[in-house]
């Protein structure tokens, strides 16, 4: 169940963070791959690091997807054209 528990987290924080800002369609793609890898790598880098619920670690896997977003959103406003 810890592994399930962070794949749904970190797609959860994809969605919320779409939900906040105004993007397209791409962006939101982009959310929801970045929240779930940033969840996961975040998991796997920092497991030992913070409380634990349901088999994971919250704060290394809110962390890790909510960087990875922010460097996804700052990668794909770069990218896009004026």
């Given at each position: 169940?810890?592994?399930i528990g962070v794949a749904i987290l970190g797609l959860t924080i994809g969605i919320v963070a779409n939900?906040?800002?105004?993007?397209?369609?791409r962006q939101t793609t982009i959310n929801?791959?970045?929240?779930?890898?940033?969840a996961l790598?975040?998991?796997?880098?920092f497991g030992w690091f913070?409380?634990?619920?349901?088999?994971?670690?919250?704060?290394?896997?809110?962390?890790?997807a909510m960087i990875l977003i922010v460097i996804g959103t700052a990668a794909a406003q770069a990218l896009q054209p004026q």
């Open positions: 169940m810890g592994w939900a906040v800002g105004a993007h397209g369609r929801l791959i970045a929240g779930l890898f940033g790598g975040g998991q796997l880098s913070g409380p634990t619920v349901a088999g994971m670690t919250l704060l290394p896997v809110v962390s890790g």
